[in-house]
Each structure stands twice: as C-alpha cells, then as structure tokens.
C-alpha cells in the first residue's frame, strides 16, 4: 500500500518517495520496475487481462533480490516545462533522478475529483528463466498526482 507520498505537484519542485520489493518465490528472482507517467485517459496494467499498460517507461530499475529479501530505493521527480490553461494541464518535462524526459503529457480537467489527474505508475517486471524473457509480473503501483500551479 502507498502513503504518505506527494499528491499535489507543482513545477520546479523536488518530490521524493521509495520504490520496494519483496521477494517470496522460493530463489533468488531479478527484477525489473519500469516507471511511466500517465494521463487520465492512458490505460493503467489490465488485472483481468494480465498486461502491462502500452505507455512507454520513462525509467527503469534492473536489480536481483534473493529469496525472502527486499529491494528498496529512493528516488525523487519533479515536474517542469508546465503550465494550465482554461480546462487543460500539460507537463512538458518530467525528471526522474535527476534525469530529464521530454513527456508532453496533457490532461484534462476532472470536475469530478477537482484535480489535473496524472499517475505515476511502476510495474514490476520478472525474468523468467524457462522462456529467458523479462515478463510483466502482473503487480503495479500507481500514484495518482494532481498537477497544480505554486501561489
């Protein structure tokens, strides 16, 4: 479960949170997370269908965790290049480690929720031995964020 991890963003800022795993699968396993940036109408993994979201990862961390242990990291992001207009946020810069991605992500306003709805997603991925190919786990995280302007 997530808590306690940055809601509202605004431009230029750092916001910082760690991604975990543990492992449970009886050896030693390796491990993929990818991280992406979603909008409000970009499709989150599908539980039922057993896939990954089709929106490219902006970063990814590769490490091998032995059986009963964890993987913990840090890492921070930020926002940049953004900016609202009447009903409509986009950001144009989304840095993860220091490292900045050119994103161009609009989003619309949801009345509903009253926020800038964007999610920052992991998806953790597993290498598989028999088939020698990293394959989505089917285990995700996302971390809805409202986009908003510094006053």
Do not use: C
């Not at 909008?39 to 896939?51: R, Y």
């Not at 990954?52 to 490490?63: G, T």
């Not at 953790?124 to 995280?141: A, M």
């Amino acid at each position: 479960m997530a808590e306690g991890y940055p809601f509202n963003i605004v431009q230029d800022q750092d916001y910082s949170l760690y991604v975990g795993v543990g492992n449970h699968l009886g050896s030693v396993a390796y491990y993929v997370v990818y991280v992406k940036l979603l909008n409000a109408s970009d499709p989150l993994p599908s539980d039922t269908l057993g896939t990954a979201s089709p929106i490219q990862p902006l970063y990814e961390y590769r490490f091998a965790v032995q059986n009963e242990q964890a993987f913990e990291k840090h890492i921070t992001f930020s926002v940049s290049n953004a900016f609202v207009s009447n009903e409509q946020s986009r950001i144009g810069n989304f840095s993860i480690n220091g490292v900045s991605f050119i994103v161009n992500k609009p989003t619309i306003w949801n009345s509903t929720e009253s926020v800038f709805k964007y999610q920052l997603l992991f998806e953790l991925w597993l290498y598989d031995t028999q088939s020698e190919l990293i394959q989505y786990h089917n285990r995700f995280v996302n971390l809805k964020l409202n986009y908003t302007i510094a006053i």
